[in-house]
């Protein structure tokens, strides 16, 4: 089976543009889960879904965030307009609906520089 | 201040060296998780412990969750460099599905 897919693995654009970062769970999956990472912050947790219905968007830093999720197998995040501070490696994760398993299973990330 | 406090930060020992990574909490958790990341990738489980005490053995990784269920400790015996990544603890909050993660620990295994 594969895993969490995520486009681009690489993404470099200038302060004020629009940049939109995908994900396709694994099948079957429940939820899914978006994460930032930094050296500084580590791993942090901006937004999650539940059969495509956000649950909990409290990570989400700031109004340029947004996240969308149309369908079981397709999910956008989206920074308009993009800044430097947002540069970070953006990883989204999908979990199964079990009762006492938490266990997430991440894509490889996008690397987003913001020059 | 992390909800889960790993230690040490940063390892860096020889191959064929051992060494335990911890991760410690104020709170108990119903599950801890341990993660393993490397450079370029995403975080991959390798594990997860439920019963206060338990013991787990991925081959050479050894898993302990503490019997109070607010700690938890990895243990690699003879680490080879394929072992070099970083290495998280994670947990649920409450009842819901969100997880907190530790800092990390980053361990380099020198050939």
């Known amino acids: 089976d594969a895993g969490v897919i995520q486009s681009p693995r690489h993404e470099v654009t200038e302060m004020g543009q629009e940049v939109t970062l995908r994900c396709k769970p694994i099948?079957?999956?429940?939820?899914l889960f978006w994460y930032r990472q930094t050296m500084m912050r580590g791993l942090e947790l901006l937004i999650y879904?539940?059969?495509?219905?956000?649950?909990?968007d409290s990570g989400m830093p700031e109004d340029r965030f947004s996240a969308k999720m149309p369908n079981a197998s397709f999910s956008t995040l989206k920074i308009q307009p993009s800044e430097p501070r947002d540069s970070a490696v953006y990883f989204c994760a999908s979990s199964l609906d079990r009762a006492s398993s938490y266990e997430q299973y991440f894509g490889p990330g996008t690397r987003l520089t913001v020059t | 201040t992390q909800l889960l406090e790993q230690s040490p930060q940063f390892l860096s020992i020889q191959e064929g060296e051992n060494l335990t990574v911890y991760c410690n909490s104020s709170s108990v958790f119903s599950s801890l998780q341990w993660y393993r990341q490397e450079p370029g990738e995403g975080p991959v489980l390798l594990v997860t412990v439920v019963t206060g005490g338990e013991v787990k053995k991925l081959k050479r990784l050894t898993f302990q969750f503490g019997d109070a269920r607010k700690d938890s400790s990895l243990h690699i015996t003879a680490a080879q460099t394929g072992d070099t990544g970083l290495y998280l603890c994670?947990?649920?909050?409450?009842?819901?599905?969100?997880?907190?993660f530790g800092a990390g620990t980053t361990v380099t295994v020198r050939a």
């Open positions: 994670a947990g649920p909050r409450s009842n819901d599905y969100k997880l907190s």
């Open positions: 099948s079957g999956h429940d939820y």
């Open positions: 879904f539940n059969n495509n219905v956000p649950i909990d």
